[in-house]
């Protein structure tokens, strides 16, 4: 086997494995943050913040594996039912993937962006649970959940650019 071929393999299964070390530790910051009484239980969704950075901001592909591995994972920690997450991720990476952005010059545009994307893969999802559970959840922890979604995002994207900025300076 070639080297540079085996080297190419090991580079992208550490990128891999180093995103979804990123995405398990957004993960677990999620779930955390249930515990805090002001969220009770519906806390946001940073996970998804992230890998629309990660897809959007970042042009990184993540693969279908690990977006359903986290799924999986997220269904099991926060006990949903399993494979509901799975396709929340799949469908906001698909959308974010498909959709035109080259009309977007702004932030406000680009959360105008997020917000469709999050909005319409929840709907999906929520619709896939409806007919799953066969009956209609409660409608003000989803709305809490996805309304301090929407909020805490440009905080979230402030952040991560200061955090460019300052990795900027440090090297010049």
Excluded at 64 to 89: C, K, P, R, W
């Amino acid at each position: 086997m070639n080297t540079s071929v085996l080297f190419d393999i090991f580079s992208n299964f550490s990128k891999n494995l180093f995103y979804f070390i990123i995405l398990f530790i957004s993960l677990n910051i999620e779930s955390s943050l249930r515990f805090l009484t002001f969220f009770e239980e519906a806390s946001p969704s940073i996970l998804s913040i992230m890998m629309y950075i990660f897809l959007r901001k970042l042009s990184i592909n993540l693969s279908n594996l690990m977006l359903f591995t986290l799924g999986i994972l997220y269904d099991v920690l926060f006990a949903e039912n399993i494979g509901t997450s799975s396709l929340f991720f799949l469908v906001i990476k698909y959308i974010t993937q498909h959709i035109n952005y080259k009309y977007i010059n702004d932030n406000n545009e680009d959360w105008i962006y997020f917000t469709i994307i999050f909005i319409s893969s929840f709907f999906i999802k929520f619709i896939f649970i409806i007919f799953l559970n066969m009956k209609i959840p409660d409608f003000n922890p989803i709305l809490f959940h996805i309304g301090i979604t929407l909020i805490i995002f440009p905080f979230i994207v402030v952040g991560i650019k200061f955090i460019y900025f300052v990795t900027k300076l440090i090297k010049n």
